[in-house]
């Protein structure tokens, strides 16, 4: 009972700070299976479907722009883990699905992306094709409205591998950091 007392505190701690409560929840397991068909738009305003990138591994993260904490934090971990990987990252490629498609336009989620490493990839798209794509990851995102008429959107935190056939291989928490996803992206790619 303390124990759950405890977890319910800190979801609470972290939906109060604006951050990623649905990923800290006892109930909110790992995903075992997830990926599936999506249509999106890429920040340079091509279409983009999950056979688009069929032949590289895809590191797949939901997130959106405006996120204060984990989200930033996430991407500089994947830019670092491109870093880390060297040429083996041409196999690679990151996407970012934003959650939050009203305030991420393709030129805003273009900026944004860029500034952590111009090899990850931006993806937008209507309400609708984001609702489809979360729910192919297993994504839970909700909008929360805050008393200054700003907003924020929990969701979900998983960095996820799709192998080169589209299949996928493992979702990993966010907060695993480049050094490491950079290793564990090494080893299957060895391993295939
Ligand atoms: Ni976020």
């Given at each position: ?44 305003g ?16 939901f ?68 609702a ?8 839970f995102y ?8 700003d ?42």
């Amino acid at each position: 009972m303390t124990r759950l007392l405890t977890s319910l505190a800190v979801a609470f701690a972290l939906l109060g700070g604006g951050g990623h409560a649905f990923a800290q929840l006892p109930s909110a397991a790992p995903p075992t299976a997830a990926g599936g068909p999506f249509a999106l738009t890429a920040a340079d305003g091509r279409a983009v479907t999950d056979q688009t990138y069929r032949g590289k591994w895809l590191l797949v993260y939901f997130g959106y722009t405006h996120c204060p904490d984990v989200c930033p934090t996430t991407l500089s971990e994947m830019a670092a883990a491109l870093q880390h990987l060297g040429p083996l990252a041409d196999r690679v490629q990151p996407l970012f699905i934003t959650l939050d498609p009203r305030r991420d336009t393709q030129a805003v989620l273009a900026e944004y992306v860029t500034a952590f490493d111009a090899r990850i990839v931006g993806l937008t798209g209507t309400p609708q094709q984001i609702a489809a794509a979360a729910r192919s990851y297993q994504v839970f995102y909700e909008r929360v409205d805050r008393d200054d008429g700003d907003y924020l959107i929990d969701h979900s935190s998983y960095l996820y591998v799709m192998n080169p056939d589209g299949r996928f291989v493992t979702a990993w928490p966010s907060d695993r950091n480049g050094d490491q996803v950079a290793r564990d992206l090494d080893d299957l790619m060895r391993a295939r």
